[in-house]
DNA sequence: TAACTACATGCGTATATACTTATATACTTG
DNA sequence: CAAGTATATAAGTATATACGCATGTAGTTA
């Protein structure tokens, strides 16, 4: 059974956790992850679909291996990304739901 | 239906998304969610728990509030703040079982 | 081997933001 | 009203990090 974050973690885990969180926390590397939900895409690839650099791409790119969001592929010259944890579709939309819940909630306070 | 994250967003929604998600990428931020799980508490009490200033607690408390993750009940003198979205135990629990399970399985690489 | 392509990285700069100190505000009580 | 308490905020500083530019490295092809 998975520890709870809700019942108390020690410091070093909640560093972690907070790690995390921080990771998909810029908005090019979750535009990254989104491109990436569609399926495994090189570099070249994510750099024409998101608009950014080369290099910037490259480089968030390596913090989001790092954070073990997603996981490399060399094929050749090119390197494929896709998405390793599968939890992160899943953290994505509970934000995103929760997002729009609060949004039509403020909308709606200002009239039916 | 909520829309969902993983079928393409506008680029305002994903930056309202990292947005909540920086929000969540503070220690300290996560620090007072974590004591909030356990119900209700003003500030001098998370001032305590914490072990942060009283100023740097209710900064945090401010972009948690701005946020929309926690609400404020002024109680003459005192104001408390509890956890107003339910989506936040779950979404924090579920990033809480993702890094158990990929340290466990890092861990597992050297040696039964 | 030379030239080329795809990707990574070192370095400098700009910007955001966390934290501290000091002070202000709001409420309570004498 | 004065003094005290709880919380908020303003201003300044320190730090982290995103980005651009230049360059390095790995692999391919002529």
Redesign the pocket.
Known sequence: MAKKFTSSLSEEALLLVA?RF??L?????LRLIQHLFAGEM??????DATG????????????L?AAQIIT?R????????RISDPTIPQLCNLVCGSMEQQLTRQASAFGP
Chains 1, 2 share one sequence.
């Open positions: 790690g921080a990771v926390g810029e908005p090019m590397r090189n570099v070249s690839q994510l750099v950014g650099t080369q290099a910037n791409v490259s480089r968030h790119l390596h913090t291996t490399r060399k094929e050749g010259l090119q390197v494929y990304y």
